[in-house]
């Protein structure tokens, strides 16, 4: 592997599979992999605390800027996401140091080992929804992954609540391929910790472990090295002041003065990412986790025009579900008509399988797909095949 390496030319060898690079200047080789990188230069949080810092502060990135000569190997380090970044610089840094390091998350990730029959059954999951094959594979991946001594790392059962009842689905957020990190962890080589940043100090980071409540009680982590381990790090420099907007519309106004009719007012909407926010606890220091507000949220979100809380209303709260879905669709929702079709196709929310139905409902889903709801023309569009195909034979 080569970084920043500048290739004029390359070109296979006559008579073999080989490739040769600047004229041999670096040998033959079996394979070439260009790894073209998008990211723009990394950003990090501005963490309250994180000036008064007096250890290094790094990205993910800037790894090799480590000095690992101070105190020797008996250095601190506390690493910040949980996403595979976070997880790749805690396998890079680990044989560097004596200590336990500590990889604190907000966000809660499946980890999926490598295997090829897991694979495939993950595969056959077109769309990408919860199904009886991702609950199958979500049991597979808990009892032989997982196992016993990791159950509280398995998402939405670290946090308990009345409200939470299973685990999340593994499409609901990027999934991690990783079969070594749970291994450290349950070997007690690396501490894994599901927490909100609280404030950075000198030479430590507090942080609050993960709940529905405010309430919770603050844990201290020494720190000499802080690395931030975000995948797209440009993106949340602009996260509190994108959350004081939405509050701040949602929040500061009345929603029965605004008027139904008025599509375009922004209250609507940021009503409903309101919700979202109470539905994943994901920002405590902003909107707790609490599914009552979020179903209040949406629920006033849809009636004052925003036809997508619709859908979330009967995605989150499954006893509405049907009529969620129903009146999205009379009003015109993609996401709505598009999810009653793959009901009618699976038999889901107490429907009967209805092929004509599903066919019917996912063809009007089809024609109003775009950019935000793209899925219902691919599904459609796969039917078609089958048919075709099945139909040819």
């Known amino acids: 592997m080569a970084?920043?390496?500048?290739?004029?030319?390359?070109?296979?060898?006559?008579?073999?599979?080989?490739?040769?690079?600047?004229?041999?200047?670096e040998g033959q080789f079996d394979g070439l992999i260009l790894v073209i990188g998008t990211c723009r230069a990394p950003q990090k949080v501005d963490f309250k605390g994180w000036s008064i810092f007096k250890g290094q502060f790094l990205h993910s990135s800037e790894l090799e800027k480590i000095?690992?000569?101070k105190n020797g190997n008996q250095l601190s380090l506390v690493c910040i996401g949980g996403g595979a970044s976070g997880v790749e610089v805690i396998e890079t840094?680990?044989?560097?140091?004596?200590?336990?390091?500590?990889?604190?998350?907000?966000?809660d990730k499946?980890?999926?080992?490598?295997?090829?029959?897991?694979?495939?059954?993950?595969a056959l999951n077109l769309a990408g929804h919860r199904t009886?094959?991702?609950?199958?594979?979500k049991k597979l991946i808990e009892k032989f992954h997982y196992g016993r001594g990791l159950k509280f790392m398995v998402p939405n059962q670290a946090i308990q609540s009345k409200a939470v009842k299973e685990p999340s689905g593994l499409f609901d957020q990027i999934p991690i391929v990783n079969d070594i990190f749970l291994k450290l962890v349950e070997d007690c080589k690396v501490e894994y910790v599901q927490a909100e940043i609280v404030q950075i100090h000198e030479n430590r980071v507090a942080i609050?472990?993960?709940?529905?409540?405010?309430?919770s009680k603050t844990q201290i982590i020494p720190a000499d090295i802080i690395v931030e381990a975000r995948d797209q790090v440009s993106i949340y420099s602009y996260t509190d002041i994108g959350l004081q907007t939405i509050l701040k519309f949602a929040l500061s106004h009345d929603p029965l003065s605004v008027s139904f009719k008025d599509q375009k007012c922004m209250i609507p909407e940021s009503i409903y990412l309101c919700g979202d926010l109470s539905t994943t606890g994901v920002f405590l220091t902003y909107q707790p986790k609490d599914l009552n507000a979020a179903f209040r949220d949406f629920e006033t979100a849809a009636q004052l025009g925003y036809h997508l809380a619709w859908f979330r209303i009967g995605r989150e709260y499954e006893v509405c579900a049907l009529g969620a879905y129903e009146h999205g669709e009379n009003l015109?929702?993609?996401?709505?008509?598009?999810?009653?079709?793959?009901c009618y196709l699976l038999g889901q929310v107490n429907l009967q399988v209805d092929l004509r139905r599903a066919v019917g409902h996912l063809k009007a889903a089809a024609h109003l797909a775009d950019e935000i709801m793209p899925q219902p023309a691919y599904i459609y569009g796969m039917l078609l095949l089958a048919y075709n195909f099945f139909f040819f034979f």
């Open 3 to 25: 970084l920043r390496y500048e290739i004029s030319r390359f070109k296979t060898s006559s008579g073999s599979t080989k490739y040769i690079i600047n004229k041999s200047k």
């Open 67 to 69: 000095d690992w000569t």
């Open 93 to 107: 840094v680990l044989d560097c140091l004596d200590s336990k390091p500590v990889l604190v998350t907000r966000n």
């Open 110 to 122: 499946w980890f999926i080992p490598r295997n090829f029959f897991l694979s495939t059954l993950l």
């Open 132 to 137: 009886w094959l991702d609950w199958i594979c």
């Open 208 to 215: 609050r472990a993960r709940d529905t409540s405010k309430s």
């Open 332 to 342: 015109g929702e993609c996401a709505c008509t598009y999810r009653l079709g793959m």
